[in-house]
């Protein structure tokens, strides 16, 4: 795990270990599963990430179903990555206790790791599809890389502000870390058929989630009635 440390001139943070090439994968993580822990072990080897991190996303309380809290999420990550070395949890988004814009987390973590270090933003496809609606979309690429999750047989967009993007910035995955930021690159995974909603409701109708989601994750939600 890497460890933070004040910059000289203290007005930021630094990694007192030296990294060069770092992902995040935002996500409400409600509760984390095996889908995201694959997804991110596979992309981390793929891309030679030195680590990928979490970030937990803040969500309002609300709705239907009981939510865990911002507390409870994360312990859940804590609980599924403790022993997994190459996966990092940043919890600057629930620490802001507000919904943050990604591109105020890359700035900030643009500014923490330095200017040559890569950095990169992953996104599945249908997200990537919808990037031009996403807050200052346009300078994301300012301050990382983008990684889409690519699922076999699914098409990157053909027109429009996001496939002109797309054209203009589409970068190789074997190279691309070679540069701090300013690539678009696709990945195909294929992504194991499980879903947070679908964990919730098995919880909520009395069936069994295990195996979907790390042993010591599903016995902290049995612990805490969560769901
Ligand atoms: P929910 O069902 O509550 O919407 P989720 O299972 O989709 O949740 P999120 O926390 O929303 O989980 O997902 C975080 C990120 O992980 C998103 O980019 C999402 O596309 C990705 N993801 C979710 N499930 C999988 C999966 N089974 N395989 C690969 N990636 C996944």
Redesign the pocket.
Known sequence: MATFAPDADGIGASFATVLTNIAM??????PI?S??L??AVELREHLNFDELRLVPCHVPPHRDVPQATSAQRLRMLELALADEPGLAIDARELQRGAPSYSIDTLIALRAELGAHCALSL???M??FAQLHTWHRWQELLDYAHIVV?ARPGSALPQSGAVADLLHAKRGDSATFAAQPNGSIVSVE?T????????I?QLINSGHSPRYLLPDAVWNYIREQRLY
């Open positions: 994968l935002g996500g409400t993580f409600d599963h889908g995201h694959r997804s992953i996104v599945g249908d997200a999750i995974l992504p194991l058929p499980i879903s947070a909603t679908a919730r």
